[in-house]
């Protein structure tokens, strides 16, 4: 059970350390203005996790098994993938978590994106109006 205690908190480790890092992405100005509310948030994670634990080889559900003692499967690309998603399932508990306790407050981010998003209808807006009235200048 030792074995079992140190993948799980690697697992943990792992998700505080993708919430924390990530954060100031989906926070990013840029982040709130396009993509805020379009689902990207847990493919985004699921892809960084993957290509790190790619990188690092690094396989969680092969971790488990060798603690379990089953046979050792090796590191597998399949395994990769669970990791990678158990990663950013554990990022968005982690975020739950910090939610909670007040430490992250999804209502100001939330507030954060619609006033980019407005910003932005704003932009689009005014230069409409100016393209209409430049055109409506040509006729006349």
Known sequence: MENIGEVLVKFLVLSVVFEVALTPVFNWRI???YFDGKGLKTPLTIILAFLMFWGYRLDIIRDILVALNYTDPGITFWGQVITAMLIAGGSDGVFRVFTKLGIRNPAEAEEKAKIEQQALRDREAAKEAAK?????????
């Open 31 to 33: 982040f709130l203005r």
């Open 132 to 140: 209409l009235a430049a055109e409506k200048d040509k006729q006349g």
